[in-house]
Structures are given as C-alpha cells and as structure tokens.
C-alpha cells in the first residue's frame, strides 16, 4: 500500500485544524495509518525552528532559510519514513505556505525560494544520479480560501497573535495571491474549497475531492 502525503493550506482562521482531524479520522476507517504533522514543526528541531520564525525578528532571508531548514529536518524524520511505510501523511502547511507567507507576503524573492525548494525536497533516483532526482510534494493540497477579514473576525479574542497573525488585512491579501500563484503553476495538485461555508458545507467539497483523486473509496 503507497504513502498518500496531503498538505492542507491557508491562513489562519480558515478552518484546517478541525478538517485535519475529520479527514485522519475518514482514512483511519478505511484501514489507513495516518500521520499527522505540521510545518514548521514535526520534529523537536524543527519544534524550535518553528518557536524562532514565528515570534522573533529576522529579515525574510533569514526568515525562509530557517523555514527550510525545518522543512529538510522534518521531511527526513517523518514525511519520508511515512511515506516508505505506506502511511496516510497529512500535513498542516508544507511548501506552498512558504511561497505564500515568505514569498508573497514578505516580498522576498520567489526564485531563491524555487532554489531551496529543489535543494530540501530533492529526492535522488533510485540509482543515486542527482541529474534525475524529482522534487517532493504533496499528492494532493486542499486549499481553504478564505477572505482575510473574515478569518480575522473567526480568530479575534481566541488567542494571543504570533508575528503572522497579528499582520494586517492586506499582508494576508498578499498572502492569498501567493496561494494562488501556485495554484496557477501546479493546478492538478491543488484544490481551492470555499471556506466562507458552514463547516459540513466545507466536509463536503473536501471529501469529494479527495475522492475524486482516488484516494478514499
């Protein structure tokens, strides 16, 4: 049985968490090991990356390289091994988010970020020759678009924001045109779901989708 790897992606406030958990369930009774995991996150070093990125101050090179960093520390301990025991990975933001977050919404350079991306998610071919490795990434990202306003008004008072959250409205405008932009490039990956729905109403639109890859019967 292969590895399925699903990345789920948005800002905070669109609802991910509480699907995350609905989905692991759905796979679970289907017979599937399921991972879950986060990013940046998934690991204690990466854990301690992630406490760095999003509280202290640091210009958005310094940003994105410790954001990958944890992304290769965490792609070697759990994304792969879970993979190689044919798990079921979900994951709470993977690479889009940097693209979307440090790209977009931090203006840093969107080249720079392709480059770190082939460098940490690059996979040899089986034979070793690195001129034919392949790039890892989800099989499937469910995207839950939402407007910024609104997941502002779902988050007011629910926690103390970190340096993201507490970014204004037109950061996360940004934000979702960086989602977008790789939406654009990679659209047989990607799936946008209405988040601006009841939470059932989103279940439905997610869960036919990962049916309709094949993924659940």
Known sequence: MSGIFVSFEGIDGAGKSTHIDRLAQAFRECGRTVTLTREPGGTPLAEQLRQMVLNDAMDPMTEALLVFAARRDHIQRVIQPAMERGDVILCDRFTDASFAYQGAGRGFDWDILSVLENWVQGIPAANGAASTRTVLQPDITL?????????AQRLAGARVPDKFESQPVAFFENVA???ARRMEAQPTRFVRLNADQKPDAVWHDLIDAVRDKGFLG
């Open 143 to 151: 995207w839950f678009d939402l407007a910024p306003a609104i997941a």
């Open 177 to 179: 045109s960086g989602y």
